[in-house]
C-alpha cells in the first residue's frame, strides 16, 4: 500500500508525443520489470463529462479535474498517462482529451480520431464514459464518438478483442437492466451503418469488441453512493489480465519492455495517417529490442575481465581449459534476463 502516482502528458495538444518524459514514466513505476503481466486503459467521452473526476476515484490517479463552479471547459488537452494506485498487475491508465469540444471546433476531427485509434492499439480496456439521458436518443453526444471508434477500428488490424466497458453516467431511476438492452441496442445500430471493408461487410460487433456495461450515480447530487459504486467498479481491475478478467484476451501483447518503444512507432504510423498492422508491428518491436539487448550484452562481454585475461593468457600459449572457460563467461550472460 501507499504507491505513488506517476503522471505525464504523453501526447499534447498538437500530437507531439513525449519521449523523454514516457522514458522516465517507465523507469518510475518499474513497467519494463513486469514482462507481459501488466494492463492498459483508456477512457474517452465528451467533453465535460468527468472521465478525469472518474479515473482518479476509480484508480486513485491524480489527473486534472474541471471546476464544476468555474464552467465547463476543456480540461484534459492531449493524452495524458499515470500508473493506478494499488492495483494488480501493474495497470497503466490513459485520458483522453474530450470528443465534441469547442476549442477545436465542429469541423477539426483529426486528432479525435487519431487518438480513438491510438487506444484502441495500446489499450486492452477502453472506457466510454456516457450521460443515461443519452441513451435511446437519435442525437446524443456520443454517437460520433462511437461511429468514430468503430470507423477507426476498421483500419486496426488487430488479432485480439478490446473491452469496451461503457460507463453510464448520472444513473436516473431507471434499473440498469433496463437500460443496457437499449443502450445495446444503440451501439448495433451504430455498428451496422459504419461503412466496412468487403471481407468485414457482416462481420459482428462482438468480434471486433467485448461490450461491458456499468452505471453511476451524479458524482455531485449522489457523491457518496458514486464513491461506493466506483470502489465496487475498482475491484473489476484487479487481475484484469487473468481469464475471464476485463482484459482477457492478451493476443498480440507487447513485453513491458518494448513498451516505449511500442506506443510511439504506433503514434508515428497513426499521425502519417497509415494503416495500423499489430502483428507486424509485434514482430518488429520484438525485432528492435532483440538488436538491442544483443548489443548491450556485447558491450558488456567485450569488458568481462575473465573473458580479457583469458584472452592475455592466450596470447602466451595453450591455455589448459580453455573450452570449459569461455563455455562459462558466455553462459553467464546467455542465462541473463
Known amino acids: 500500500m501507499g504507491e505513488l502516482c506517476h503522471s505525464l502528458q504523453l501526447i499534447d495538444g498538437n500530437g507531439k508525443f513525449?519521449?523523454?518524459?514516457?522514458?522516465?514514466?517507465?523507469?518510475?513505476?518499474?513497467?519494463t520489470q513486469c514482462g507481459l503481466s501488466y494492463?492498459?486503459?483508456?477512457?474517452?467521452?465528451?467533453?465535460?463529462?468527468?472521465?478525469?473526476?472518474?479515473?482518479?476515484?476509480?484508480?486513485?490517479?491524480?489527473?486534472?479535474?474541471?471546476?464544476?463552479?468555474?464552467?465547463?471547459?476543456?480540461?484534459?488537452?492531449?493524452?495524458?498517462?499515470?500508473?493506478?494506485?494499488?492495483?494488480?498487475?501493474?495497470?497503466?491508465?490513459?485520458?483522453?482529451?474530450?470528443?465534441?469540444?469547442?476549442?477545436?471546433?465542429?469541423?477539426?476531427?483529426?486528432?479525435?480520431?487519431?487518438?480513438?485509434?491510438?487506444?484502441?492499439?495500446?489499450?486492452d480496456i477502453v472506457l466510454i464514459n456516457m450521460w443515461c439521458h443519452d441513451i435511446g436518443r437519435e442525437h446524443a453526444a456520443n454517437k460520433?464518438?462511437?461511429?468514430?471508434?468503430?470507423?477507426?477500428?476498421?483500419?486496426?488490424?488487430?488479432?485480439r478483442k478490446t473491452t469496451l466497458l461503457f460507463v453510464i453516467r448520472d444513473k436516473t431511476k431507471t434499473p440498469l437492466e433496463y437500460l443496457e438492452p437499449v443502450l445495446r441496442?444503440?451501439?448495433?445500430?451504430?455498428?451496422?451503418?459504419?461503412?466496412?471493408?468487403?471481407?468485414?461487410?457482416d462481420t459482428p460487433l462482438s468480434e471486433f469488441f467485448h461490450v461491458e456495461v456499468v452505471a453511476l450515480s451524479s458524482y455531485e447530487e449522489k457523491e457518496e453512493q458514486f464513491k461506493e459504486q466506483?470502489?465496487?467498479?475498482?475491484?473489476?481491475?484487479?487481475?484484469?489480465?487473468?481469464?475471464?478478467?476485463?482484459?482477457?484476451?492478451?493476443?498480440?501483447?507487447?513485453?513491458?519492455?518494448?513498451?516505449?518503444?511500442?506506443v510511439?512507432?504506433?503514434?508515428?504510423?497513426?499521425r502519417e495517417n497509415k494503416d495500423l498492422d499489430l502483428p507486424a508491428h509485434k514482430v518488429m518491436v520484438a525485432t528492435v529490442r532483440c538488436e538491442e539487448i544483443a548489443k548491450e550484452k556485447l558491450s558488456r562481454l567485450a569488458c568481462d575481465k575473465d573473458l580479457m585475461a583469458l584472452e592475455n593468457?592466450?596470447?602466451?600459449?595453450?591455455?589448459?581449459?580453455?573450452?570449459?572457460?569461455?563455455?562459462?563467461?558466455?553462459?553467464?550472460?546467455?542465462?541473463?534476463?
Not at 19 to 29: D, H, I, P, R, W
Not at 253 to 258: E, I, L, M, T
Request: glycine share 8%; with cysteine; aromatic share 8%.
Open 313 to 337: 593468457a592466450v596470447q602466451a600459449g595453450p591455455v589448459s581449459g580453455f573450452g570449459k572457460q569461455i563455455s562459462s563467461i558466455l553462459e553467464t550472460y546467455l542465462s541473463e534476463d
Open 39 to 123: 494492463a492498459v486503459v483508456g477512457i474517452m467521452g465528451p467533453q465535460s463529462s468527468g472521465k478525469s473526476t472518474l479515473l482518479n476515484h476509480l484508480f486513485h490517479t491524480n489527473f486534472k479535474e474541471m471546476d464544476a463552479y468555474k464552467g465547463r471547459s476543456q480540461t484534459t488537452k492531449g493524452i495524458w498517462m499515470a500508473n493506478c494506485v494499488d492495483i494488480e498487475p501493474l495497470t497503466i491508465v490513459m485520458d483522453l482529451e474530450g470528443t465534441d469540444g469547442r476549442e477545436r471546433g465542429e469541423d477539426d476531427t483529426t486528432f479525435e480520431k487519431q487518438s480513438a485509434l491510438f487506444a484502441l492499439a495500446v489499450s
Open 230 to 262: 466506483v470502489a465496487q467498479l475498482r475491484k473489476r481491475f484487479f487481475h484484469s489480465i487473468a481469464p475471464g478478467g476485463l482484459a482477457g484476451d492478451r493476443r498480440g501483447v507487447v513485453p513491458a519492455s518494448g513498451f516505449c518503444f511500442s
Open 144 to 159: 460520433p464518438l462511437l461511429k468514430t471508434v468503430f470507423q477507426v477500428m476498421m483500419r486496426l488490424f488487430s488479432p
Open 18 to 31: 513525449n519521449v523523454s518524459g514516457l522514458e522516465e514514466f517507465v523507469k518510475a513505476v518499474k513497467l
Open 185 to 201: 441496442e444503440d451501439i448495433l445500430k451504430i455498428w451496422d451503418t459504419v461503412s466496412k471493408p468487403q471481407a468485414l461487410k
Open 264 to 270: 510511439q512507432r504506433i503514434w508515428e504510423v497513426i
